[in-house]
Structures are given as C-alpha cells and as structure tokens.
Nanobody
Framework: QVQLVESGGGLVQPGGSLRLSCAAS????????MSWVRQAPGKERELVAH???????TYADSVKGRFTISRDNAKNTVYLQMNNLKPEDTALYFC?????????WGQGTQVTVSS
C-alpha cells in the first residue's frame, strides 16, 4: 500500500532553515510527481511545491526563491528545503502523491516559525 511519511518539522526562528523529508513506499516512486502542501490554522490548504517524475519543479509565489523541492529516486524520498523562513510559513506540511491512480497524503509534519 502507498505510504508517505514526513519528517523534519520543528520550531525555528524567523530567517532560519529546515529541511523536510517524505519517505515513500508501496509504489514505483520514480514514476510519480510529488508535492508538498501546507495548511495553516484557519486557512485553506496551499500547494507549496511540486516536482514531476523527471524533476521539473513549480512553486507557490509565496515561497519562490526561498524553498526548493527535490527528489532522490534511489532513496524514494522527496525533500523540501526551506530557507529564510517567515512566521507566515507556520503550518502543517503534507507530502502528497496525486495522480489518476489515486490521491495519497502523509500524516504531516508541523513547522512553526517564531521568535
């Protein structure tokens, strides 16, 4: 079965960095596009970053230039490097695999940006 397990969240000061990881299993990871989605309290879910199976990336305007999505197909893992974090980046961050074969989410990892 498809499993997505996020890690790497935590509390960081404004201007700091974190790297999120999403370990995938139960499917041929290299064949699928992957995304990071976040949800802040009281707000709608927001697509943060997306990477295709061949490595083409797109970002939300709010994170362009600060966040980088990448993947390591040998490790079945997708990453989100987050730099220059701001308080408004505080949210629960989810890894997502969405395709015609189904919509799968991890359990999320909390990122809190606060001084």
């Amino acid at each position: 079965q498809v499993q997505l397990v996020e890690s790497g969240g935590g509390l960081v000061q404004p201007g700091g960095s974190l790297r999120l990881s999403c370990a995938a299993s139960g499917f041929t990871f290299s064949s699928y596009a992957m995304s990071w989605v976040r949800q802040a309290p009281g707000k709608e879910r927001e697509l943060v970053a997306h990477i295709t199976s061949v490595g083409y990336t797109t970002y939300a305007d709010s994170v362009k230039g600060r966040f980088t999505i990448s993947r390591d197909n040998a490790k079945n893992t997708v990453y989100l490097q987050m730099n220059n974090l701001k308080p408004e980046d505080t949210a629960l961050y989810f890894c997502r695999r969405f395709s015609i074969a189904g919509d799968y989410w991890g359990q999320g990892t909390q990122v809190t940006v606060s001084s």
